[in-house]
């Protein structure tokens, strides 16, 4: 069983579409990151969420921590051909550096 | 090159042979980590390590082997390789805050036991 469970797992928008992805657990996280892969590369780090209800914007992302800093969201305006990707979220098992990984939404923004 | 990155970048390989990966990192982090990614469970820690000489298992450790005599060099061992340790491998090392700081993944390298 997932720590972490995302959702959707596939996500097919038309370029200019907003879109949400979401990342839900029922334990407690300290922090949540999520990453962005592309195919045949590794996971790279958008941003790291820390205090609940803590919102954080990246450009055309919006990223959220839940009040109880149980689950999280990502939110693309305006989504373009250059956000298609695995999104994936992690945060620590316990109060350390180990991250526990969600199993990623797949995103494809058609042009 | 700075960075972090991993050799080979594909392998194919039989059933019961030994299969060694290898991670290279320039920034002298202290943490580096061992991944595996399969569909539908994302990334799985398999093993890490806080500095050289100093490893411990993460939630998949089970047929893997891992050394760390140099801090930039961080091998992982499949001993006997299975057809269930086809998967793609990622190494990623993190320098110290595990909260402000981010966890650099390599390029990967993808594993296909025969």
């Known amino acids: 069983t997932q720590l972490l469970e995302q959702s959707p797992q596939f996500l097919s928008i038309q370029e200019g579409e907003n879109l949400t992805v979401y990342c839900n657990s029922s334990s407690v996280f300290s922090s949540l990151q999520w990453y962005r892969q592309e195919p045949g590369e590794g996971p790279v780090l958008l941003v790291t969420v820390v205090t609940g209800g803590e919102v954080k914007k990246l450009k055309r992302l919006t990223f959220q921590f839940g009040d109880a800093r149980k689950d999280s969201s990502l939110h693309i305006t305006a989504a373009q051909p250059g956000d298609t990707g695995l999104y994936l979220c992690?945060?620590?098992?316990?109060?350390?550096?180990?991250?526990?990984f969600g199993a990623g939404t797949t995103v494809t923004v058609r042009a | 090159d700075a960075g972090i990155t991993q050799s080979p970048r594909y392998k194919i390989t039989e059933t019961g042979r030994q299969v060694t990966l290898m991670c290279h990192q320039t920034w002298s982090h202290s943490y580096m980590f061992w991944y595996r990614q399969d569909l539908g469970h994302g990334l799985r820690l398999i093993y890490y390590s806080a500095a050289a000489d100093i490893t411990d298992k993460g939630e998949v450790p089970d047929g893997y082997v891992v050394s760390r005599s140099k801090t930039e060099n961080f091998p992982l061992t499949l001993e006997s390789a299975t057809r269930s340790q086809t998967s793609v491998y990622f190494c990623?090392?993190?320098?110290?805050?595990?909260?402000?700081?981010?966890?650099?993944f390599g390029p990967g390298t993808r594993l296909t036991v025969l």
């Open positions: 992690a945060g620590p098992r316990s109060n350390d550096y180990k991250l526990s």
């Open positions: 990623a090392s993190l320098g110290g805050d595990f909260i402000r700081d981010t966890q650099y």
